[in-house]
């Protein structure tokens, strides 16, 4: 079975311009759920999705990030211009409807330079 | 909202010792307390989760202990060896509810 999979692995980018990630979770899997981590603080809880819908977006930080999972399948992260304060790793992660276990992608390292 | 706090942040300990994060969580509903494992440029993986229903669970060297009058939980590692290496996080949610996670704990084992 495919593990969740994130892309890209590593993006430095210059502050104002558009990053864009994307996360493809197992197959099957309805929920999916985006978290950051800053370095030496906690995976902090982005937004979730249930299929195409947002269940819970109360992690986004502000109107630079927008979140999609179009059909229902693949996601992807806006941010959209980047500061600063947006690097750290970016993490997916999906489980099935009912299951508490999450299963995580390798996440993305965003530097904001 | 639900605060999960984790303590140590930096664990050292020789090969063969035991090792013991301990994490609080603010949310009385709370009710599923999973433990994540993070090696270094990997997936954070799942090693152990406990239900409120329990008070201890056991797999092999990995243990975690739950205390829901106190609101705290405990992973404990036992007879550690140099692959234990990694950041634990531990991690709260009331049933499929999003997780909150813990600061993370940066555990080396030396040979």
């Known amino acids: 079975e495919a593990g969740v999979t994130q892309f890209p692995s590593h993006s430095v980018i210059e502050k104002g311009q558009t990053v864009t990630l994307r996360c493809d979770p197992i197959?099957?899997?309805?929920?999916l759920y985006w978290y950051r981590r800053v370095m030496g603080k906690e995976i902090k809880f982005l937004l979730h999705?249930?299929?195409?819908?947002?269940?819970?977006e109360s992690g986004m930080p502000n109107n630079r990030f927008l979140a999609e999972r179009t059909g229902g399948t693949y996601s992807t992260l806006k941010v959209q211009p980047a500061e600063l304060e947006d690097s750290g790793v970016y993490f997916c992660?999906?489980?099935?409807?009912?299951?508490?276990?999450?299963?995580f992608g390798s996440g993305t390292q965003l530097s904001v330079l | 909202g639900e605060n999960v706090e984790q303590h140590p942040s930096t664990l050292s300990v020789q090969e063969g010792d035991s090792a013991v994060i301990k994490c609080t969580y603010s949310?009385?509903?709370?009710?599923?307390f999973p433990w994540y494992k993070q090696e270094l440029g990997k997936r954070p993986q799942l090693i152990i989760d406990i239900r409120s229903n329990v008070g201890e669970k056991k797999d092999q060297r990995i243990a975690v202990t739950l205390n829901k009058t106190a609101k705290h939980f405990s992973l404990h590692i036992t007879e550690t060896q140099p692959e234990d290496s990694a950041v634990y996080f531990c991690a709260a949610s009331k049933g499929t509810d999003k997780l909150i996670f813990g600061t993370g704990t940066r555990l080396q084992v030396f040979p």
């Open positions: 999705f249930v299929k195409e819908s947002k269940q819970d």
């Open positions: 949310d009385s509903a709370s009710n599923y």
């Open positions: 992660a999906s489980t099935s409807v009912g299951n508490e276990k999450l299963f």
């Open positions: 197959s099957g899997h309805d929920n």
